[in-house]
């Protein structure tokens, strides 16, 4: 066996019994996106600890993966009463819930965090874990926008950090993409390259650009489309159907942006001119801006680019 296989052969080992040992995940943050996760760990065979220091906040979100995963179970299995009440139990019985960040790491093999989109909380939290968690545990965020490498910096485990960027609803989209840091460990990357096989994800590998993939090319494409209405080029509803009728998309991109949240859109924005400012196509238009203002979010709000109120 030549050295070069035998290296090769052992980082393989060591990177499958680092993948192996992620049975215990504890995941900060109780929202839609850290609810996602939690659940669907629980539901693939993990022991999870779900974290939120609302204690009414984290009860809420078990009480939402609960009802989640007996409608999983009911689809899952629809002729077998028996197997969807077992499958039911034991996801359930994998889910823990906890108000103490640090305390939840103890035993934690993987801990993902999924808070709120602010770079000065997310370095706060993980110096507190990085003290508090085992040797082995790596660390990842769930970020959208912020660079995984300013995250990471506070710590002394870079080489043991990465990204892990879900979609939502986290039980239903299949994608997840893996970030690397340069510092990232290929031992570490397979782990979470396994861990994602195992939560029945199809995973892509990143480097730390903004936005990774998906929001790298989404954005700037919703920016644009905000523009051409602010412009007077097309009225939204045109717009919007031109994307779904011309290239097969199941929403326009005003619809798109509505969905995900106008105020979540300018905050990605202005980081991205923040720390990019050369970078025209990270700029968005005033309407955006006006909207937010205005108290119009989109979805979440009743109103934005269309208005979502019931009549």
Not at 8 to 31: D, E, L, P, Q, W
Not at 66 to 86: C, H, L, Y
Not at 97 to 106: K, L
Request: proline share 4%.
């Amino acid at each position: 066996m030549s050295f070069f296989t035998a290296l090769t052969t052992r980082t393989f080992s060591n990177s499958a019994r680092m993948a192996a040992a992620i049975k215990n995940v504890t995941v900060i943050g109780s929202g839609l996106m850290g609810a996602g996760i939690a659940q669907v760990a629980a539901q693939t065979g993990h022991t999870v600890t779900m974290v939120d220091i609302d204690k009414a906040a984290v009860d809420k979100a078990e009480k939402r993966i609960a009802g989640s995963i007996q409608r999983v179970a009911k689809k899952k299995f629809s002729s077998d009463e028996g197997e969807a009440t077992k499958f039911i139990s034991e996801a359930l019985g994998r889910l823990n819930i906890s108000t103490d960040p640090v305390a939840s790491v103890g035993s934690a093999d993987l801990v993902v965090e999924a808070i709120v989109e602010n770079i000065g909380v997310k370095q706060k939290l993980f110096k507190e874990l990085d003290q508090a968690a085992p040797e082995h545990t790596i660390f990842a965020s769930n970020t959208s926008s912020l660079p995984i490498g300013k995250i990471a910096e506070v710590t002394n485990r870079k080489d043991r950090f990465g990204g892990l960027h879900f979609f939502n609803p986290v039980p239903v989209m299949k994608l997840l993409e893996i970030i690397r840091i340069p510092e990232t460990s290929n031992a570490t990357f397979e782990a979470m390259k396994e861990w994602g096989k195992n939560m029945g994800k199809v995973s892509i590998q990143c480097k730390d650009t903004p936005g990774f993939v998906v929001n790298h090319l989404l954005v700037p494409y919703l920016f644009e489309a905000m523009a051409m209405v602010e412009r007077g080029d097309a009225f939204k509803e045109d717009i919007d159907i031109a994307m779904k009728l011309g290239t097969g998309y199941p929403m326009g991109p005003l619809e798109l942006s509505d969905y995900v949240g106008l105020d979540t859109l300018k905050f990605i924005g202005d980081g991205w001119m923040r720390d990019y400012p050369e970078q025209s196509m990270y700029r968005y238009p005033k309407i955006l801006a006006k909207l937010v203002e205005e108290g119009k979010m989109g979805v979440k709000s009743g109103q934005g680019f269309y208005n979502h109120n019931k009549e």
